[in-house]
Structures are given as structure tokens and as C-alpha cells.
Nanobody, 120 residues
Framework: QVHLVTSGGGLVQAGGSLRLSCGAS????????MRWFRQAPGQQRELVAG???????NYEDSVKGRFAISRTNANNTVYLQMNNLKPEDTAVYYC??????????????WGEGTQVTVAS
């Protein structure tokens, strides 16, 4: 019902930048809050940033001032601009979208994940 396609990961040197994108498609009434999570090897998945449909944002403390989440409601796409990347940012990054379906049900969909590797 909601399909997320993620892109933009890769290998970058410490201090560099990457921009992740995640677009939602499918059959739904609206896409509400969209979030980025990450999971490093041997660690639990953690929330990196979230953004409501109205544009309110929240960030995990370690990325504040370095990462910026944004979205385009017209095409249901969320972005994560990552600046001043550090080796500890290395992880698989996942996007999620909380959708309202036709009929009123809510549904959370996940993207397939994209690898971000920051070399020291």
C-alpha cells in the first residue's frame, strides 16, 4: 500500500556530506510523519530525525546542528542532509512513513535501507 524507495547513501570522508532521499508511492490518503532511523552493526536501530507533515522536526542529540531533515509533500519525499559526517555516523539508514490509508487506517512503512560509511 505504501512503497518507499531510498537513495543517496555511499562512502564519504569524515567531514564530508551526503544527502539521502526517500520517496513514498502507492495507495494512501496522506503521508504523515516521516522519519529517518539508522542501525550500526551490533547496535539497535535508533531514530535520527523526524518531520511532521506540517514541517515540525526533531533530531537525535548527536546529529543536531549537522543533519537537516526536510520533505516535499507534493511528491511525498523526505530528505536527510548530512553535513560534517563522522565515523560514528556509519550505519544503514532507513526511512519510515506513517500513512493514513483510504478508510482511515494508519500504517507505517519502511524503506529498504541505504549504507552510509564515513571513513576517518
Amino acid at each position: 500500500q505504501v512503497h518507499l524507495v531510498t537513495s543517496g547513501g555511499g562512502l564519504v570522508q569524515a567531514g564530508g556530506s551526503l544527502r539521502l532521499s526517500c520517496g513514498a508511492s502507492g495507495t494512501f490518503f496522506s503521508i504523515n510523519t516521516m522519519r529517518w532511523f539508522r542501525q550500526a552493526p551490533g547496535q539497535q536501530r535508533e531514530l535520527v530525525a523526524g518531520i511532521t507533515r506540517g514541517g515540525d522536526t526533531n533530531y537525535e542529540d548527536s546529529v543536531k546542528g549537522r543533519f537537516a531533515i526536510s520533505r516535499t509533500n507534493a511528491n511525498n519525499t523526505v530528505y536527510l542532509q548530512m553535513n560534517n559526517l563522522k565515523p560514528e555516523d556509519t550505519a544503514v539508514y532507513y526511512c519510515s512513513a506513517h500513512a493514513t490509508l483510504h478508510g482511515g487506517q494508519t500504517y507505517t512503512s519502511w524503506g529498504e535501507g541505504t549504507q552510509v560509511t564515513v571513513a576517518s
